[in-house]
């Protein structure tokens, strides 16, 4: 099986580099600069029409949507453990990842780029400030789901990789998170992995090639 994950630093697909790496997956990376619209290219959008990341190809066959890569990547690597055994709880895990996508993921994107939500300068602000109160709505229920837990489940599953990327994103915006120390324990001990490592850093390299060359 031949994989290949579009990636771009930053953004979301750090959830899938994740799980690919706790994997053990053999994939190949194609950075993609967001910054300069890249993903609006038509080289892109003949990969995935949404100019969004990520996208996970495999074989050829592009798969869009972290909700569905998490699960193929656990399903395609079944000793790797991804994925609670149980069928109630791995319905569980795909219900949070779903939560975490129609939900956190919209709360986040306002604080970066109101913009998209709002043509009126003026009222940037506001769709920030609404935005930052439902955030801290999600988050509270986050919290009291890690309430006295290291991971959602009863190991690391792809479930944390995704709640990751969204906890992060949130402390990039100035929030006070200090009422969240479950969740911020939870972003601490994903740090720890060498998986969140690798990307971390590849992260670091890849934003600085980006910037070399804009």
Not at 186 to 197: I, W
Request: some cysteine.
């Amino acid at each position: 099986m031949t994989l290949t994950l579009f990636y771009a630093p930053g953004a979301c697909s750090l959830v899938p580099y994740v799980s690919l790496t706790e994997a053990g997956a053999d994939f190949d990376i194609r950075n993609v600069n967001t910054g300069a619209k890249e993903q609006k290219t038509a080289d892109y959008l003949a990969v995935n029409p949404k100019g969004k990341v990520p996208v996970l190809v495999i074989d050829g066959y592009p798969l869009t949507e972290n909700v569905a890569i998490q699960q193929f990547i656990a399903r395609s690597f079944p000793k790797a453990n991804l994925l609670p055994a149980d069928l109630l709880a791995q319905t569980k895990a795909i219900s949070l990842m779903a939560w975490f996508s129609s939900t956190i993921h919209p709360h986040l994107t306002p604080n970066a780029r109101p913009e998209n939500y709002c043509d009126i300068v003026e009222a940037h602000d506001g769709v920030k400030r609404v935005a930052q109160k439902l955030l801290l709505e999600d988050l509270k229920i986050a919290e009291k789901l890690l309430e006295g837990r290291e991971w959602f489940f009863d190991h690391f599953t792809v479930v944390d990789a995704y709640f990751f990327w969204c906890f992060r994103r949130a402390t990039q915006f100035n929030l006070d998170l200090s009422a969240y120390p479950n969740c911020l324990a939870h972003m601490a001990r994903m740090r720890t992995r060498p998986s969140v490592q690798k990307v971390e850093a590849y992260e670091k390299e890849v934003q600085a090639d980006f910037a070399r060359a804009a």
